[in-house]
């Protein structure tokens, strides 16, 4: 029988202690978000979610003032998100505004009452720093991002060069949805003309030819959204969703040139940014026309992940975001953290003599691999496989793109489904996966299949039980105390990743 909780012994086992919560309040133009995250980490978890969009900046470019009904939305929203903050027990709250507030002649009276709210000086920050931190939000989700980030608002758009850690000077203008909607006096073909003069002579956008555009922002996702649908996109994931640039200029010019409500599966757009679409499809068209990117990549990682990101030490920030995330749902979910760890140097050794191609990337994925390949092992048997990829397919992970998601998925299902008949079992993630990268799937895991009958997921096992390709021979050495750990199924196994590599397989011992 459980023993009763205490206040000392409540923390939830789903949950990382890495101390109280901390969060960040954006009030942006169109929106006002809550985030509560876990920690301040290389992959901070969001514990909370809530936004409210109160369309702050819908008049501020011809009246320059902030709607009244607007403000009290905002408020209204503010004493709310204060009140989950205390009642989360929230240590340390970040809030950010940005370009309505600094542009609005009311902008000062508004936010010295949402200081009083919030009981927190609130940061109006500057453009050029809101794109900074844009930038640091696409570098902390991203591995080795190249391009140009762009952040569409709803007053204004920052544009930044990203290459790997390296951000140049950004730049921001007056191009958010509501800025434009409410300049152009919503009209899309006055709104053409202010984007076009707006972007004419830009040095920036010269830079990304051939290169990727980042897209963040609310409206360009809600765009993306539309875009998965119609497409029958099978992985319901934003963050790293790619379209080509030819296809995202063709798609941006559909939706600019109807009315929303007649767009083919507009039902998943939230009603209240449909109006904005046509704006935003506008804003993304003469950004593919002038950059030239190869293609378009939307962020679900933005100004408050890069605020976050600015407050890790160096160390921190050198570290591989997919592998921290990896390692802490190891720790939360696995029989064996350890055992986990001890894969990724046990599947070293075998990749290295086995003959197989692996890129740093492909390796990468394969020790993300290694540290979930245990997460359903709660499950039942026969849903173990399908419980575990669900999870991972659909896993908060930054750093990986949507094939890569597919690998890591698809190799834990088969290490727990098999290889026999896998066409019929596997799922449609398998779409998004190339040859090679379903190839390496298999054979990472039916190596993972091997491994786990061997140790029975202890950890201490697996580096006195090598695997390695020696003379052309698969082979699986048991020698000393580890010999009674083969038999019928470990010889099995073994047989099955060997028709694989193409070797003969043998259990040393």
Same mark, same amino acid.
């Given at each position: ?12 086992q ?9 969060a960040?309040?954006?009030?942006g ?6 985030? *509560? ?5 290389r ?5 909370? !979610? ?5 369309g702050?900046? /819908?008049?501020v ?14 408020l ?9 903050c205390?009642?989360m027990?929230?240590?340390r ?12 002649? !009311? ?13 927190t ?11 900074? @931190?844009?930038?640091?939000?696409v570098?902390s ?18 544009l930044?060069?990203?290459?790997g ?5 950004g ?5 958010g ?31 990304g ?7 963040i922002?609310g409206?360009?996702r809600?765009?993306?959204q ?5 497409m ?5 994931v ?17 939706v ?5 409500d ?7 757009? !939230? ?5 904005l679409?046509? $704006?935003?499809?506008l804003?993304?068209?003469h ?21 976050? $990101? ?9 570290k ?37 191609d692996?890129n740093?990337e492909?390796?990468? @994925? ?6 979930v ?14 419980q ?11 750093g990986i ?17 098999g ?10 993630i ?5 040859? /090679? ?5 298999? *054979?990472l895991?039916?190596a ?11 950890p ?6 090598p ?7 698969l ?5 000393g105390?580890?010999?009674? @750990? ?10 099955? @990743?060997?028709?694989?590599v ?6 040393s011992?």
């Open positions: 029988m459980l023993e009763k909780l205490t206040p000392a012994t409540a923390v939830a789903g949950r990382l202690d890495y101390g109280p919560p901390v960040v309040i954006d009030i133009s169109n929106s006002v978000r809550l985030v *509560v995250y876990e920690g301040v980490t992959s901070p978890t969001p514990l909370f !979610n809530e936004k409210t969009l109160a702050l900046g /819908r008049e470019q011809t009246k320059g003032l902030l709607p009244a009904d607007a403000v009290e939305k905002a209204a929203s503010l004493k709310r998100f204060r009140a989950l205390d009642t027990q929230v240590e709250l970040w809030v950010l505004a940005t370009a309505a507030c600094r542009d609005a002649r !009311n902008g000062k009276d508004f936010i010295a009452a949402a200081e009083q709210i919030c009981r000086k609130i940061d109006v920050i500057s453009g050029q720093r809101e794109a900074e @931190l844009t930038a640091l939000g570098v989700g991203f591995h080795r991002p190249d391009g140009i980030v762009g952040d569409l608002g709803g007053g204004s758009l920052e930044v060069d990203v290459h850690s390296r951000i140049k000077p730049t921001t203008l007056p191009l949805g509501l800025a434009l909607q409410d300049r152009s006096g919503r009209s899309i073909k006055k709104a053409e003309k202010i984007v076009k003069d707006a972007f004419d002579d830009l040095k920036l956008l010269k830079g030819e051939g290169r990727t555009f980042y897209a922002g409206t360009w809600a765009l993306a539309l875009h998965m649908a119609q029958g996109y099978p992985l319901h934003m963050h790293g969703y790619v379209i080509r640039a030819k296809e995202a200029l063709e798609f941006s010019r559909l600019r040139r109807v009315h929303p007649t767009l083919s599966q507009i039902e998943v757009v !939230n009603a209240a940014r449909r109006p679409l046509p $704006y935003a499809a804003v993304l068209e950004i593919v026309r002038e950059a030239e990117p190869r293609d378009v990549v939307f962020s679900a990682l933005g100004v408050r992940e890069g605020l976050l $990101y600015s407050l890790l030490d160096a160390d921190e920030r050198k591989d975001a997919l592998i921290a995330a990896a390692r802490e749902l190891n720790l939360l979910r696995s029989r064996s953290p350890q055992h986990g760890e001890e894969l990724i140097e046990w599947t070293d050794a075998f990749m290295a003599t086995s003959g197989i692996e740093a492909e390796k990468r @994925l394969r020790h993300a691999a290694c540290l390949a245990d997460i359903g092992w709660r499950a039942h048997p026969d849903y173990r496989g399908e575990s990829l669900s999870i991972i397919a659909h896993a908060a992970f930054v793109d949507h094939p890569g998601r597919a690998y890591l998925a698809l190799a834990i299902f088969f290490r727990h489904v290889l026999l008949h896998d066409e019929e079992l596997s799922p449609r398998r779409e998004l996966a190339s040859t /090679r990268t379903l190839d390496r799937a298999r *054979v895991g039916a993972l299949r091997v491994a786990y009958m061997v140790s029975a997921s202890q201490g096992v697996l580096p006195r039980t695997l390695k390709v020696e003379r052309h021979r082979v699986l050495r048991l020698e105390d580890t010999a009674a @750990l083969g038999g019928e199924r470990v010889a099995s196994r073994l047989k099955q @990743l060997a028709r694989l193409g070797r003969e397989p043998v259990v011992t």
